[in-house]
Each structure stands twice: as structure tokens, then as C-alpha cells.
């Protein structure tokens, strides 16, 4: 599939977006390692695929965004800073989660 070999080609660090894309049927050839809910930009996933970690999550474009990362530790300190961005997005601070650093 395109799609899977266009995510496993990403260096380290960066990304790619879709605009329409058939998520369940991408994700499934993945390792789930960890899923959260956002509450506002709908969930957010650590995927494994042979030995790539990367995350995937929706940006405020609705675009699917796919992320290559170095180590699992990695992502987990991204996941954890996007989880806390939302949070306090929850409590009004006005705060935008920036997608495409």
C-alpha cells in the first residue's frame, strides 16, 4: 500500500499529512502502543511498525498527520506535551497546538 510505505519512508522527526484517508484500514498494518482521546482534535495514537515509532494525530486542518520519532520515550514526551496543551485548550486558554514543528 502507498500510504504505508509513504509513513515507513519518513526520516526521523518528520511528517505527512492526508487529507482523505481511510484510518482504520492504515492503521491496522500498526502496532497500537497507545491511544488517547483528545476531547478536541480526536484521538492521538502511538503506532509501532517494524522498528519506527510514530504518532499519529488530527490537526486542526482535519488533516491525518503521521509523525516518524526516534524512540518510544520520545513519543511518549510528545503525547504527554499534546495531552497537556489540550488540557488547558479545555480551560479557555487560548492556547493552538502547533502540528507541523
Request: aromatic letters at 10%; charged letters at 35%; glycine letters at 4%.
Amino acid at each position: 500500500m502507498k500510504t504505508i510505505s509513504q509513513i515507513l519512508s519518513l526520516a526521523e522527526k518528520n511528517y505527512i499529512t492526508f487529507h482523505k484517508l481511510n484510518l482504520d484500514e492504515v492503521i491496522k498494518d500498526f502496532h497500537l502502543i497507545y491511544e488517547a482521546d483528545t476531547g478536541i482534535s480526536d484521538k492521538i495514537r502511538i503506532l509501532k511498525k517494524d522498528e519506527g515509532y510514530f504518532i499519529q494525530e488530527t490537526t486542526n486542518k482535519n488533516e491525518i498527520l503521521f509523525r516518524r520519532m526516534k524512540s518510544l520515550t520520545e513519543a511518549e514526551e510528545l503525547v504527554k506535551h499534546r495531552l497537556e496543551i489540550y488540557e488547558k485548550m479545555w480551560d479557555g486558554c487560548g492556547c493552538k497546538v502547533d502540528y507541523y514543528l
